[in-house]
């Protein structure tokens, strides 16, 4: 569990460091980065349960 958990916090120490070098050089991808990062940020366990499940 805790190597899951050390990868987790890795890939979340990287898209950091992503996003980071997007906004020192504003683009489209900047742009587009800010927003997925947003986008992932928003959500939370949360929302997630309150999402309609249709099968």
Do not use: D
């Not at 997007?22 to 800010?34: E, G, N, R």
Request: aromatic share 10%.
């Amino acid at each position: 569990m805790e190597t899951i958990l050390n990868l987790l916090y890795e890939i979340a120490q990287y898209a950091n460091t992503l996003v980071k070098t997007q906004l020192m050089h504003l683009s489209w991808v900047s742009w587009l980065m800010i927003f997925v990062a947003g986008l992932l940020t928003s959500l939370t366990p949360c929302m997630l349960s309150m999402r309609a499940v249709r099968f």
